[in-house]
């Protein structure tokens, strides 16, 4: 069974970075959109983001904000709206 591929998904990066992925997928034999695509369709499938996006080395204020979640602190909000409203205050 063929599957029209008929949406578009545009996105704007940087053309050094789009330089670069072009150059690494080459070895894959995969151009920019081919590698796109797989993106979504395992986003699509697992229902989740596919890499690890988390800072190999968190910075010192974000080490000092996970201690004091972990030691009970930090807030909590029902929603995002609550959060951003919290920032204005």
């Not at 996105?11 to 797989?38: F, H, N, V």
């Not at 010192?60 to 951003?84: H, I, N, Q, R, W």
């Amino acid at each position: 069974m063929t599957v029209k591929q008929s949406a578009l998904v545009q996105t704007r990066i940087s053309p050094g970075i789009k330089r670069q992925a072009e150059k690494a997928l080459e070895a894959y034999g995969m151009t920019l959109s081919d590698a796109m695509r797989i993106f979504a369709h395992i986003v699509a499938k697992t229902k989740g983001f596919p890499l690890d996006i988390r800072p190999a080395n968190p910075n010192v204020e974000t080490v000092a904000a996970m201690c004091e979640l972990d030691a009970g602190g930090g807030e909590e909000f029902d929603s995002p709206k609550e959060l951003f409203a919290s920032w204005r205050k």
